[in-house]
């Protein structure tokens, strides 16, 4: 198995924008151009890293792509990529506890809700890089649920009760960042469907279908069609899952980076996965 570590930094380590509409830009960015050799990232405030399973020409290739497609998604001009080779699986599983826990090794306030990484895809929160956890189970197989919601700091996340109040407050961008996208304005297939998704979440609380096609940004008409279609289960998972996140972890969807509850300091912390 090969495997590569890439580092893109930005122009004279200017800090990266982390807004949420950046930040899910660039994920989209990561997710379409790495394709099936992606295994991990993370995009931290000058730089972005990602673990490639890949051979070392293609990897090359890879990065050069990347550093077109980050750069149009960061409206920057990024250097070429700094690449450095993983030497065995016990190389490869603390490169990749490195990379999603970036923001802390290097004392960087972490986006409570990892928006910033691929931990969502692995946990079930995000589905556009959801094929990142079957590489992961494949090339590091003692990796668990319990050890990846460690790494996110979720460990005290669990099934929650979705009131109206919460929905009301977060559904639209909790279903934006099921797919991550800015909002949900738009005719793209993925963006349909999870519209669907939260229509159904919304009948479930008990919102009026006025409120909730008014929480989703769609005519009343949409909206009713919206809650008679059926709902893709996945997305209906992911969802539910993003509503617990915000539940335990309460911050307005436009601030997206700040000190959080569940995180352990870098200098602190024991490693947390299994060698």
């Known amino acids: 198995m090969d495997a590569y570590q890439l580092v893109f930094r930005s122009p004279r380590r200017t800090v990266f924008p982390r807004d949420r509409a950046t930040v899910r830009r660039v994920v989209r960015a990561i997710v379409a151009t790495a394709g099936a050799a992606l295994l991990a990232f993370h995009i931290s405030d000058t730089h972005v890293h990602l673990l490639l399973l890949a051979n070392r020409a293609r990897t090359g290739r890879l990065a050069q792509a990347l550093s077109a497609s980050l750069g149009r998604a960061l409206r920057a001009r990024l250097p070429s990529a700094s690449i450095s080779d993983i030497h065995g699986g016990d190389h490869l599983s603390s490169a990749f506890e490195y990379v999603l826990c970036n923001d802390q090794r290097h004392g960087v306030p972490p986006d409570p809700w990892r928006e910033n990484t691929n931990l969502p895809d692995l946990l079930g929160a995000r589905v556009i890089g959801s094929a990142t956890a079957g590489r992961v189970r494949a090339v590091l197989p003692r990796i668990n649920g319990d050890h990846l919601r460690e790494l996110a700091g979720w460990?005290?996340?669990?099934?929650?009760?979705?009131?109206?109040?919460?929905?009301?407050?977060?559904?639209?961008?909790?279903?934006?960042?099921?797919?991550?996208?800015?909002?949900?304005?738009?005719?793209?297939?993925?963006?349909?469907?999870?519209?669907?998704?939260?229509?159904?979440?919304?009948?479930?609380?008990?919102?009026?279908?006025?409120?909730?096609?008014?929480?989703?940004?769609?005519?009343?008409?949409?909206?009713?069609?919206?809650?008679?279609?059926?709902?893709?289960?996945?997305?209906?998972?992911?969802?539910?899952?993003?509503?617990?996140?915000?539940?335990?972890?309460?911050?307005?969807?436009?601030?997206?980076?700040?000190?959080?509850d569940g995180l352990i300091a870098w200098e602190e912390r024991r490693r947390v996965l299994p060698r």
């Open 155 to 260: 460990g005290d996340v669990v099934e929650t009760k979705r009131t109206p109040a919460l929905l009301r407050e977060h559904l639209a961008d909790s279903a934006s960042a099921v797919i991550a996208r800015s909002g949900l304005a738009g005719r793209e297939h993925d963006t349909t469907e999870v519209t669907v998704v939260a229509a159904h979440l919304a009948a479930e609380v008990g919102l009026e279908p006025e409120e909730a096609a008014a929480l989703l940004g769609v005519a009343l008409s949409s909206g009713r069609r919206h809650r008679a279609a059926s709902a893709d289960a996945k997305l209906l998972a992911a969802l539910r899952c993003q509503l617990d996140v915000r539940a335990v972890r309460p911050l307005r969807d436009d601030v997206p980076f700040q000190a959080s």
